[in-house]
């Protein structure tokens, strides 16, 4: 394993992850970084990838998410009323601080970014190492490794067949 992948799985299991989870975090993160995966933190993600830009073909964008919705809250039956109210509370309070957003997973196809993969309702920086980066992270790559062998496979269609008997 990679000092680096080690060190990321070493991170990963100090914020509690299991063992199997922190490592499968650990090589999607190392993955990320090998195809220069990035994070847009605006709507409008500026920065279109273009070769030698620094940015890769792989990106998360951080959306701003206009609604939050706390009815989870009343589902908690070992919690009085009135502490339901105060975590309410203290939860909008939060919100109206580092405000509501989404993650959206992209990748490039050589005209546009197109989406992959996306989780919206996490306030401030909650999405950091929520699992969900993660899994977008991988979802996104999935999607472009595929996206990149679909080309590939249509590129070599319109070649004539070099192997064929003359």
């Known amino acids: 394993m990679e000092s680096r992948t080690l060190k990321t799985y070493q991170a990963q299991r100090a914020l509690g992850w299991h063992a199997a ?3 499968r975090n650990a090589r999607t993160l190392a993955a990320w970084d090998k195809l220069d995966g990035w994070t847009a933190n605006c709507d409008d993600g500026t920065a279109p990838y273009e070769r030698g830009s620094g940015y890769g073909a792989v990106r998360l964008r951080i959306v701003s998410d206009d609604s939050y ?4 809250i009343d589902t908690w039956s070992d919690v009085s009323e009135k502490e339901r109210e105060r975590i309410r509370a203290d939860l909008w309070e939060r919100i109206a601080q580092d405000g509501v ?8 196809t050589g005209d546009a970014w197109e989406h992959a993969d996306s989780c919206f309702g996490f306030i401030g920086d909650d999405w950091r190492n929520s699992g969900y980066d993660v899994d977008i992270m991988s979802a996104t790559m999935d999607a472009y490794v595929a996206h990149v062998m679909d080309y590939a496979s249509e590129l070599e269609a ?3 067949d070099m192997y064929a008997a003359r």
Do not use: F, I, M, N
């Open 21 to 23: 989870q922190a490592l």
């Open 101 to 108: 957003c989404g993650v959206v997973g992209e990748y490039w």
């Open 69 to 72: 919705d706390d009815s989870y």
């Open 158 to 160: 319109t070649r004539p």
